[in-house]
């Protein structure tokens, strides 16, 4: 019986060795885990209050795309581009979300831009996109992340 016991106790200390498993190193871990990230794509686009209560993600994403293009164009209406520039009807603007909700907009002008002031542009639309209502930034794993993306706006030709 003593050596049945003794025999137990050996057996129970050897076995250790074979449930011991190979730990993956933190390194490995983080780069196993960083290649599964797929970075161009956000879990959550930027939001405003009109299109919070949305859960589809890409209707909530369009939603958030024609608030903000009708608040660019709104802001635009009252000056005086499509009459300076008449052959102007459609402008590109490069919209960037920063993660603390502020945000930048850059005209974005074709290469053949000569028939036009793009500084002078470039300045009434810095005036003009001011004051904008708060935008939720987008989310990436559930932190807030930059995000850009670029809108066609139209301008009205005042009558």
Same mark, same amino acid.
């Given at each position: 019986? #003593? @050596? /049945? /016991?003794?025999?137990?106790?050996?057996?129970?200390?050897?076995?250790? +060795?074979?449930?011991? #498993?190979?730990?993956?190193?933190?390194?490995?871990?983080? @780069? #196993?885990?960083?290649?599964?990230?797929?970075?161009?794509?956000?879990?959550?686009?930027?939001?405003?209050?009109?299109?919070?209560?949305?859960?589809?993600?890409?209707?909530? +994403? +369009?939603? /958030?795309?024609?608030?903000?293009? +009708?608040?660019?164009?709104? *802001?635009?209406?009252?000056?005086?581009?499509?009459?300076?520039?008449?052959?102007?009807?459609?402008?590109?603007?490069?919209?960037?979300?920063?993660?603390?909700?502020?945000?930048?907009?850059?005209?974005?002008?074709?290469?053949?831009?000569?028939?036009?002031?793009?500084? *002078?542009?470039?300045?009434?639309?810095?005036?003009?996109?001011?004051? /904008?209502?708060?935008?939720?930034?987008?989310? #990436?794993?559930?932190?807030?992340?930059?995000? @850009?993306?670029?809108?066609?706006?139209?301008?009205?030709?005042?009558?």
């Amino acid at each position: 019986m #003593k @050596q /049945f /016991f003794l025999f137990l106790v050996l057996l129970s200390i050897n076995s250790c +060795q074979y449930f011991e #498993k190979k730990v993956p190193s933190e390194k490995e871990l983080l @780069q #196993k885990e960083l290649k599964s990230i797929n970075w161009k794509e956000v879990d959550e686009y930027p939001s405003v209050t009109n299109c919070d209560k949305i859960t589809d993600k890409k209707q909530r +994403q +369009q939603c /958030f795309f024609e608030v903000m293009a +009708q608040l660019i164009q709104q *802001k635009l209406d009252i000056d005086t581009l499509s009459i300076l520039y008449p052959q102007l009807d459609t402008i590109e603007v490069k919209v960037t979300v920063f993660p603390n909700s502020t945000m930048k907009f850059e005209p974005q002008f074709p290469k053949d831009s000569v028939a036009y002031d793009t500084i *002078k542009i470039d300045s009434i639309l810095h005036a003009r996109l001011v004051d /904008f209502p708060k935008i939720n930034p987008a989310l #990436k794993r559930g932190l807030p992340v930059k995000t @850009q993306f670029i809108l066609p706006v139209i301008l009205k030709a005042k009558d």
